[in-house]
Nanobody, 119 residues
Framework: QVQYVEFGGGLVQPGGSLRLSCAASGFTFSNFAMSWYRQAPGKERELVAT????????TYAEFVKGRFTISRDNPNKMVFLQMNSLKAEDTAVYYCKIVSTRASLSAYWGQGTQVTVSS
């Protein structure tokens, strides 16, 4: 069964940094692209960043470009999100997820990790 454990969130001041980590299991990690999503209170979940299976390709939402960096460690089945220059509007629960059209793989979410940006 697909499982994700996200961690590394916390409370940080505006302009600060955090590094999120996600441990994935239940599928052949190195075969799939991975994404980070976030969901703020009262808002829809939104895509933040995606990284290809080898880590060579990355894409970012406009609202995090130049501030966030996605990376991965295939041998350890981990994906990371380095977040710099954090803003109050980055406050959300952050989730990692496989990029797949197969329902047997894409139906699962982890518990997420809370990021709060506040002075």
């Amino acid at each position: 069964q697909v499982q994700y454990v996200e961690f590394g969130g916390g409370l940080v001041q505006p302009g600060g940094s955090l590094r999120l980590s996600c441990a994935a299991s239940g599928f052949t990690f190195s075969n799939f692209a991975m994404s980070w999503y976030r969901q703020a209170p009262g808002k829809e979940r939104e895509l933040v960043a995606t990284i290809g299976p080898t880590g060579r390709s990355t894409t970012y939402a406009e609202f995090v470009k130049g501030r966030f960096t996605i990376s991965r460690d295939n041998p350890n089945k981990m994906v990371f999100l380095q977040m710099n220059s954090l803003k109050a509007e980055d406050t959300a629960v952050y989730y990692c997820k496989i990029v797949s059209t197969r329902a047997s793989l894409s139906a699962y979410w982890g518990q997420g990790t809370q990021v709060t940006v506040s002075s």
